[in-house]
């Protein structure tokens, strides 16, 4: 089955970095674009990046980039998200999703399948 699972959130200072991680698995992701979204209490899913299945082409939310870096590792099927210079606003949970073909779009209805997510807070 599908399995997309992310971890290495936590709390980290404003100004911080952390890094988090999706281990996928049950689908190709070779050649899939993979995807990062966030949502906040109280607020709606946002777009934060993706990276298309070859990794050469990235895509980032206007609130992070300059900030935020995706990567992946097809050999180890797992997609990365290096968060810097962190700021209280980027407090939320962050889902890392799986495109449905290998184009990239910023539209959540364009990603398939979703992890459970892991909770990143930015304290002031």
């Known amino acids: 089955q599908v399995q997309l699972v992310e971890s290495g959130g936590g709390l980290v200072q404003a100004g911080g970095s952390l890094r988090v991680s999706c281990a996928a698995s049950g689908f190709t992701f070779g050649s899939s674009c993979m995807g990062w979204f966030r949502q906040a209490p109280g607020k709606e899913r946002e777009f934060v990046a993706a990276?298309?299945?070859?990794?050469?082409?990235?895509y980032y939310a206007d609130s992070v980039k300059g900030r935020f870096t995706i990567s992946r590792d097809n050999a180890k099927n797992t997609v990365y998200l290096q968060m810097n210079s962190l700021k209280p606003e980027d407090t939320a949970v962050y889902s890392c999703a799986a495109g449905r073909t290998s184009s990239c779009y910023s539209g959540s209805p364009q990603y398939k399948y979703w992890g459970q997510g892991t909770q990143v807070t930015v304290s002031s």
């Open positions: 990276i298309s299945w070859s990794g050469y082409n990235t």
